[in-house]
């Protein structure tokens, strides 16, 4: 099968290898499309935490957003059909260890994350899945589409969201408006709050409705906000984003920032001020899979062929006018 990997920083080429095969309680999926997104060129780039700490390695099989159709599936396996519009969720917990046990399977001390480190990625003609680690879109839809690869960022927005347990009349201001932030500003809009966007650059892309006010600057959007979802990882975000709260407001962490920040522990425990860290929403895929065609509209900026995989990152990096970059596989 063909397949796209990352075989040294700054280089992703197509190639020739073994096309696999599902095993007992496993899923063979042909892959139709696979977004790309910060952490792919984190990789690419050779900076990732996971290049750093040994858990991947070049050549790196990457895709951890992806939609496809079910191909074949190993024995044991129930409650899908060949043909079936799937996708999965990125980690693959152990479902043994104390942390899944008691229901956090996003902390699961064995995890394995599908296109990041322990498991294939997506930017191949066919990947095996566990069963358990696949949502089915339903039999209204008949086809992926390129918008579906957008519930793997969306169920960490819902994961935010319920953490964030917003209350009517909430001012609420959502930081960066890449995937991540427009998807919050989406969702955000389905309740009775005020949500307010910092973003450098146009937003023309967002949901109508779905925001009051841009701020090119996080500093320059008033204070006294109740929540502030930090979507866009970036230098100084943190301390910036603690000074619109107001006192006793929460800060949600959904972007990763790369280097480290300094926050003055007095001020939060004197402030009241919550900090709450959003590791991937795994519960959340189901749920994603209903929304995602309401909620991902307008955010693809461009679909390119799985052969293009080098310029697809160039656009990535350089070209984007929307948030999202999409390989076409099939």
């Known amino acids: 099968m063909r397949a796209a990997v990352i075989d040294k920083p700054h280089t ?13 309680g496993e899923v063979l999926v042909r892959i139709a499309y696979v977004g790309l997104c910060g952490s792919d060129l984190e990789i690419l780039h050779g900076t990732s935490a996971y290049l750093a700490d040994g858990r991947a390695a070049f050549p790196h099989s990457f895709g951890h957003e992806w939609v496809g159709t ?14 079936e519009v799937v996708t999965g969720s990125t980690m693959i917990p152990c479902q043994a260890c104390r942390s899944c046990a008691s229901g956090h399977r996003n902390l699961c001390t064995e995890l394995r994350e599908v296109g990041l480190y322990g498991w294939s990625g997506a930017a191949a003609e066919y990947l095996v899945m566990p069963r358990h680690a696949l949502v089915p879109f339903g ?10 690869v957008l519930v793997e960022p969306l169920v960490t927005i819902l994961e935010a969201v319920d953490a964030a347990d917003p209350r009517p009349g909430d001012q609420v201001l959502v930081v960066g408006a890449g995937t991540m932030g427009s998807l919050a500003a989406a969702v955000l809009a ?11 650059g146009t937003v023309d892309h967002l949901p109508a409705g779905s925001h009051r006010d841009r701020y090119t600057r996080t500093g320059e959007a008033p204070s006294g906000y109740d929540i502030v979802v930090e979507c866009s990882g970036a230098p100084g975000t943190l301390n910036a984003a603690l000074d619109r709260l107001r006192p ?14 300094t926050v003055e522990p007095g001020r ?38 799985l052969d293009e995989v080098a310029h697809a990152f160039e656009v990535l990096q350089l070209g984007r006018t929307r948030p999202k970059v999409v390989l076409s596989v099939a």
């Open 12 to 24: 992703a080429t197509l190639v020739e290898t073994v096309r696999p095969e599902a095993g007992p």
């Open 268 to 305: 939060i425990a004197l402030e009241g001020i919550r900090i709450v860290g959003v590791r991937h929403g795994v519960d959340h895929y189901a749920r994603a899979v209903a929304l995602v065609d309401e909620l991902g509209a307008g955010l693809i900026d461009r679909v390119v062929p």
């Open 139 to 148: 039999p209204d839809t008949e086809r992926p589409r390129p918008e579906h």
């Open 70 to 83: 079910v191909e074949e599936y190993g024995a044991g396996v129930t409650g899908l059909r060949r043909g």
């Open 248 to 261: 006793g407001g929460l800060c949600l962490l959904v972007g990763v920032p790369a280097q480290t920040e």
């Open 190 to 200: 389905r309740y009775p709050v005020t949500v307010d966007i910092a973003e450098p």
